[in-house]
């Protein structure tokens, strides 16, 4: 090995480093920023180092090495424009986007590898090449339909047709036998063509009965699938950083899954079975609400809030919708010169995709040490003078304390527990389970309708005007 080699392999043992301690600086709000730097640096220097390869050992000719560097220019271009320009609300569809891109590469990649002038390749290599199509082709067109379900481009609610079921096991079964004939050396470009459609036919129809309530898992689930892909395309290629950042994502994207499932009392299985989403085509029973509804103007409200101990603040995704989170802020900022003890209290599916809410929150300048997670939150809620709901339903209902209704054992915020209770909302509709709120009939609660924007807004100036 010469001094080159021994060099780039060094260099390459730092991009996994930088891999993996940027993973862990996303654990935190405060150090994500850092995390994301450091991981960006390792991939830079792993592309870099990727193109030196090819360059001394001879293996690109000077028109590759042009379509490589224009395709670096417009892939990051593109990566930076789309970045920059989106806003926080369309971030899970931009994610759903970027898990495309990646699966849809990663297969490519193995497409590549499967080109005449590779036979002869050990088995373990037309294994990874089976398995980076197979799931590198779901995660492609799964995320094209997840992030047009996002988008709104595709009906939100959960598409299922008579027998869907069946079809899609049956493309499992054409993929699999496909997959393990091409592996074993008994099938050519057929045998690679007909995985590569079914497993594309399989992420379609595998994404459409899944409804909107279910995307925070759904992206999650793409994400594992999208870093498996990659960790794959790195064994077809031999190429040690993808393996090793492909596991990265594929591990951090299946605990993530699981964490959201349990979030949501629903099981893997039946996100991937579909049916569960808007509340449109229901046929769980649904909790009535009995009692009455009580309302409160915003000079009321205001007054409540200003003169509070402590306030906790729970956002969901109708405060995304209304793009309210520099108006929440504000307010939690206004209420703090007054005296007043204010956090947040955020549901791990608050957003449209794990963590969409605390990056929303944290795009507008809240302080990092005000964002609690639901196990840290739940237990101040009974010292809580004033919860202020803005824009969340179904995390907030205590029908999921009971069994026998679409949220019964999901874990929610119990902001029930609070001495008061205030819910901005637009309407008395449900939420993606499609059943009432309980809490809005709590004789604590009091209902402020209206657009988030507006009414918090409202709440601002009236607060603002006590203050001085």
Request: proline share 5%; charged share 10%; hydrophobic share 50%.
């Given at each position: 090995?010469?001094?080159?080699?021994?060099?780039?392999?060094?260099?390459?043992?730092?991009?996994?480093?930088?891999?993996v301690l940027g993973l862990h600086l996303m654990n935190?709000?405060?150090?994500?920023?850092?995390?994301?730097?450091?991981?960006?640096?390792?991939?830079?220097?792993?592309?870099?180092?990727?193109?030196?390869?090819?360059?001394?050992?001879?293996?690109?000719?000077?028109?590759?090495?042009?379509?490589?560097?224009?395709?670096?220019?417009?892939?990051?271009?593109?990566?930076?424009?789309?970045?920059?320009?989106?806003?926080?609300?369309?971030?899970?569809?931009?994610?759903?986007?970027?898990?495309?891109?990646?699966?849809?590469?990663?297969?490519?990649?193995?497409?590549?590898?499967?080109?005449?002038?590779?036979?002869?390749?050990?088995?373990?290599?037309?294994?990874?090449?089976?398995?980076?199509?197979?799931?590198?082709?779901?995660?492609?067109?799964?995320?094209?339909?997840?992030?047009?379900?996002?988008?709104?481009?595709?009906?939100?609610?959960?598409?299922?047709?008579?027998?869907?079921?069946?079809i899609n096991l049956l493309l499992g079964l054409i993929?699999?036998?496909?997959?393990?004939?091409?592996?074993?050396?008994?099938?050519?470009?057929?045998?690679?063509?007909?995985?590569?459609?079914?497993?594309?036919?399989?992420?379609?129809?595998?994404?459409?009965?899944?409804?909107?309530?279910?995307?925070?898992?759904?992206?999650?689930?793409?994400?594992?699938?999208?870093?498996?892909?990659?960790?794959?395309?790195?064994?077809?290629?031999?190429?040690?950083?993808?393996?090793?950042?492909?596991?990265?994502?594929?591990?951090?994207?299946?605990?993530?899954?699981?964490?959201?499932?349990?979030?949501?009392?629903?099981?893997?299985?039946?996100?991937?079975?579909?049916?569960?989403?808007?509340?449109?085509?229901?046929?769980?029973?649904?909790?009535?609400?009995?009692?009455?509804?009580?309302?409160?103007?915003?000079?009321?409200?205001?007054?409540?809030?200003?003169?509070?101990?402590?306030?906790?603040?729970?956002?969901?995704?109708?405060?995304?919708?209304?793009?309210?989170?520099?108006?929440?802020?504000?307010?939690?900022?206004?209420?703090?010169?007054?005296?007043?003890?204010?956090?947040?209290?955020?549901?791990?599916?608050?957003?449209?995709?794990?963590?969409?809410?605390?990056?929303?929150?944290?795009?507008?300048?809240?302080?990092?040490?005000?964002?609690?997670?639901?196990?840290?939150?739940?237990?101040?809620?009974?010292?809580?003078?004033?919860?202020?709901?803005?824009?969340?339903?179904?995390?907030?209902?205590?029908?999921?304390?009971?069994?026998?209704?679409?949220?019964?054992?999901?874990?929610?915020?119990d902001v029930d527990k609070a001495r008061s209770v205030?819910?901005?909302?637009?309407?008395?509709?449900?939420?993606?389970?499609?059943?009432?709120?309980?809490?809005?009939?709590?004789?604590?609660?009091?209902?402020?309708?209206?657009?988030?924007?507006?009414?918090?807004?409202?709440?601002?100036?009236?607060?603002?005007?006590?203050?001085?």
């Amino acid at each position: 090995m010469t001094p080159l080699d021994t060099t780039i392999h060094l260099l390459y043992l730092g991009t996994a480093i930088c891999f993996v301690l940027g993973l862990h600086l996303m654990n935190s709000p405060a150090t994500a920023r850092r995390g994301n730097q450091l991981s960006a640096l390792g991939m830079a220097v792993a592309i870099g180092l990727t193109v030196v390869v090819l360059v001394h050992g001879g293996t690109i000719t000077t028109t590759a090495s042009v379509v490589l560097a224009a395709g670096v220019a417009v892939g990051a271009g593109a990566g930076l424009v789309a970045a920059r320009r989106v806003k926080m609300t369309a971030m899970p569809q931009l994610v759903s986007l970027f898990n495309a891109v990646g699966g849809g590469a990663a297969a490519l990649i193995a497409f590549a590898g499967a080109l005449p002038g590779s036979a002869g390749q050990p088995i373990s290599t037309t294994l990874t090449t089976f398995l980076d199509v197979l799931i590198g082709g779901v995660t492609f067109s799964g995320s094209l339909i997840a992030a047009g379900k996002l988008a709104g481009v595709v009906p939100g609610r959960p598409l299922t047709f008579r027998g869907g079921r069946v079809i899609n096991l049956l493309l499992g079964l054409i993929a699999i036998t496909a997959g393990c004939l091409y592996a074993a050396g008994l099938g050519g470009a057929g045998t690679l063509g007909t995985l590569t459609v079914a497993a594309l036919s399989l992420g379609v129809l595998m994404t459409l009965p899944i409804g909107g309530a279910d995307m925070p898992v759904v992206i999650s689930l793409l994400n594992a699938c999208t870093g498996t892909a990659v960790a794959m395309a790195g064994f077809v290629i031999g190429s040690t950083p993808l393996i090793i950042a492909g596991a990265l994502v594929g591990a951090a994207g299946g605990i993530l899954t699981k964490l959201m499932a349990v979030a949501m009392n629903r099981s893997l299985l039946s996100i991937v079975a579909g049916g569960f989403g808007t509340g449109d085509e229901q046929s769980r029973p649904a909790v009535t609400a009995t009692g009455t509804v009580r309302t409160v103007t915003a000079d009321d409200a205001a007054l409540q809030l200003a003169y509070a101990g402590k306030v906790v603040i729970v956002p969901g995704y109708g405060l995304a919708a209304a793009q309210a989170q520099h108006e929440v802020v504000e307010l939690a900022q206004a209420l703090t010169e007054h005296g007043v003890d204010v956090s947040y209290g955020i549901h791990p599916v608050a957003g449209r995709m794990p963590g969409h809410m605390n990056v929303l929150l944290a795009e507008a300048n809240a302080p990092y040490p005000e964002l609690k997670d639901l196990e840290e939150i739940n237990p101040q809620f009974p010292a809580t003078d004033v919860v202020l709901v803005v824009g969340a339903n179904d995390v907030t209902n205590p029908a999921a304390r009971r069994p026998g209704n679409a949220v019964s054992g999901m874990p929610i915020l119990d902001v029930d527990k609070a001495r008061s209770v205030i819910v901005v909302k637009r309407s008395l509709g449900h939420g993606y389970a499609g059943i009432d709120n309980e809490l809005y009939t709590n004789p604590r609660t009091a209902l402020l309708f209206g657009d988030a924007k507006v009414v918090l807004t409202a709440l601002i100036n009236e607060i603002q005007a006590y203050v001085h």
